[in-house]
């Protein structure tokens, strides 16, 4: 099982609103992952979680905020944000960080994030 | 800050073409090297990853090389197929922590 899922697949939420994104993984990884892709871009990194801790935040504003309760599973709460942040978001995870064993990094089907 | 361009940006060809997407990185200092592809409105797939002590790395039809002293990485796709019609990223790995940088990517399109 090489499967990353994320969801939901699709969201729509207003400015006011709250709500999160989900991501889960059994492929017994310790690294995972925050990216966000605008269209026709590259995905940027937001988070990096290793062994369940925050280990890289790239100056991501404080309205989306990063939870990994456990090792299989990644939210991403979503508060007041803004029509800017409509994008792809895409969880990923690696059996360890990247810099100590070059693992593949596995990628989810990502979030469509719409705010209206 | 390591800049990664891929060139070209765009490329329609005919099925059964052999072709060469190109990934050039401003930081050489890179600890690997992996290439990557999307389909629309998807994740994104790994196809290979090649070690910075690593020269070329293949799996099935496809070929990655890296020279990391002149900052290049070309993945080489023999008999191209339909099927291979989606974006294609490369991605080094730069410093102390875990981040991929991801290239501006490739548009391939292989028409029948």
Do not use: N, R, V, Y
């Given at each position: 099982d090489t499967e990353v899922t994320q969801t939901p697949k699709h969201l729509v939420m207003g400015m006011t609103n709250k709500k999160s994104l989900k991501c889960e993984q059994h492929m017994g990884h310790r690294a995972m992952y925050w990216y966000k892709q605008k269209a026709k871009k590259p995905p940027e990194l937001m988070f990096v979680y290793s062994y369940e801790k925050l280990s890289i935040n790239e100056s991501v504003p404080s309205r989306f905020s990063p939870e990994c309760p456990n090792s299989s599973l990644l939210n991403l709460h979503l508060h007041?944000?803004?029509?800017?942040?409509s994008a792809l978001y895409l969880c990923a995870s690696s059996r360890q960080g990247l810099v100590l064993t070059g693992n593949t990094i596995y990628f989810g089907e990502g979030s469509w994030l719409t705010v209206v | 800050k390591q800049e990664v361009t891929q060139i070209p940006a765009a490329l329609s060809v005919p099925e059964g073409e052999n072709l060469v997407l190109n990934c050039s990185f401003t930081d050489s200092a890179i600890y690997n090297l992996q290439w990557f592809r999307q389909d629309p409105g998807k994740g994104l797939t790994s196809l290979l990853l090649i070690q910075s002590s690593q020269r070329e790395q293949t799996s099935g039809r496809l070929n990655a090389s890296l020279d990391k002293s002149s900052g290049r990485s070309t993945l080489y796709i023999a008999?191209?197929?339909?099927?291979?019609?989606a974006t294609y990223l490369c991605a080094p790995h730069t410093g102390t922590a875990s981040k991929l940088t991801f290239g501006t990517g490739t548009r391939l399109q292989v028409t029948l």
């Open positions: 007041a944000l803004q029509p800017e942040d | 008999a191209s197929q339909p099927g291979d019609s």
